[in-house]
């Protein structure tokens, strides 16, 4: 079925505008099992991650939903969520958006959640840094880092973006 929509002129459009550099190509007027098939066929033909963005939240898990159930069976789709008030999952998506290997990623969000004003990917790129269990930590560099990072340093932790040195 996947392999059908490939020859449909409406997803040549839309892999045409991204070959042509387009960033923002918005596709409407599909609805039910039609919206999935639509980002399955572009998944496969395109070479990095997508962005679906939804009027609310039940449309993006829904949409989600039939892509994992019309997907082929045995192949694995990645998919990630974020939403203006989960904080923690933008920075899990942009992590992994930053990664090798994010090739036919579907990125599932909202128009509220993509208007929230969040850190460039370069800026987080550049910002991030991995700490390993027994690694040995400069605490000053540490600190230093975190708070160029955008973190708040604070007495007592009592949401995400805080840290507290002891």
Do not use: H
Not at 27 to 48: K, N, P, Q, Y
Not at 80 to 88: A, G, I, K, T
Not at 103 to 126: E, V
């Amino acid at each position: 079925m996947i392999s059908f929509l490939n020859n449909d002129e409406n997803i040549n459009r839309v892999c045409g505008s991204i070959a042509a550099g387009k960033r923002n190509i918005p596709v409407s007027g599909l609805w039910g099992g039609a919206r999935a098939l639509f980002t399955l066929a572009l998944r496969e033909r395109l070479s990095g991650p997508i962005m679906v963005i939804s009027e609310r939240e039940d449309d993006s898990e829904s949409l989600r939903d039939d892509i994992r159930a019309l997907s082929p069976e045995g192949a694995e789709v990645q998919t990630d969520v974020f939403y203006q008030d989960l904080p923690e999952q933008i920075l899990t998506a942009l992590s992994r958006l930053c990664s090798q290997g994010n090739s036919g990623t579907i990125l599932f969000t909202t128009i509220a959640s993509i208007q929230m004003r969040i850190i460039s990917r370069d800026n987080f790129f550049k910002s991030s840094f991995n700490i390993k269990t027994g690694q040995a930590v400069d605490y000053d560099e540490l600190i230093l880092n975190l708070s160029s990072a955008g973190y708040d340093r604070v007495d007592m932790v009592g949401q995400p973006g805080d840290f507290s040195v002891r």
